[in-house]
């Protein structure tokens, strides 16, 4: 039987954005298709994780894993920008927090603590639109963990991984050429049989499957929201072409 006792782990909070509306709209089978792809990615690419936990319910996601020596860290937010792009291919936003620190999560579910209590608020009460919150702590915690293993010489690619919005707010840069994302080898840009893939390459293809997910998916105009959170990830977009010099 599984100790009730508290772990040190690291949560990521996911809420599914339009849950309603998706219900709404008799879209019942993307609905399974989005939570089916949540354990999908569990036992994927992360399937060596002996220690993470998912438990999915109604709009929400939990993910978490024991910190340890910090490599929980790494699994946690990459998996968390690998879970949003999986979505995101679906047309499905999601917006999200993490959290660290005393947790109970176990195999069958049950999840409670301080960590969760901190990530849901993070994605409840400030992340707004549809971007996935880390707090300065744990940005720091996982870039001195990565500069660690790789050498100082790594510290910009990795933490290439949080990019700090127009509000203060730092979140997961998945635009970004280090963030985790599904097999991109259909969208434009050089394949890795023909040179190495560039951070532009990266970026561009990452911008291909947005842009697609943005226009199948465009919210109509008396759903102001969720407008406002495609017109948020457009100018995300914007923002990550210019500063890595790709052209569309």
Known sequence: MESTTYTKRVA???????????????????????????KEAESGPFHNAPHMRL?????????????????????IL?????????????????????GHGPLHHRENGIVFGPALIQA??????????PRILVPNDIATAYIEMEVSQRGEQAR????????TDFDGNVHLHILGPFAHAPSLSDAPGKSAGQRTRTSQDMVLSKSACLLKALDDNSPP???????????WFRNYLRETLHAYGVRQ
């Open 156 to 163: 910009a690619i990795v933490s290439s991984l949080f990019r």
């Open 78 to 98: 990459h998996f968390a920008s690998y879970l949003s792009w999986q979505l995101l291919a679906m047309g499905i936003l999601t917006r999200g927090g993490v």
């Open 120 to 129: 849901y608020e993070l994605e409840s009460k400030q992340a707004v639109y």
């Open 12 to 38: 990521v909070f996911l809420d599914i954005l339009g849950f309603k509306e998706l219900i709404n709209a008799n879209r019942e089978a993307d609905i399974v298709k989005a939570l089916t792809l949540t």
């Open 221 to 231: 105009a008396n759903q102001p929201s969720a407008t406002a959170k495609h017109y």
């Open 55 to 75: 438990t999915a319910f109604s709009d929400s996601v939990v993910v978490s894993d024991e910190i340890g020596n910090g490599f929980g860290y790494a699994r």
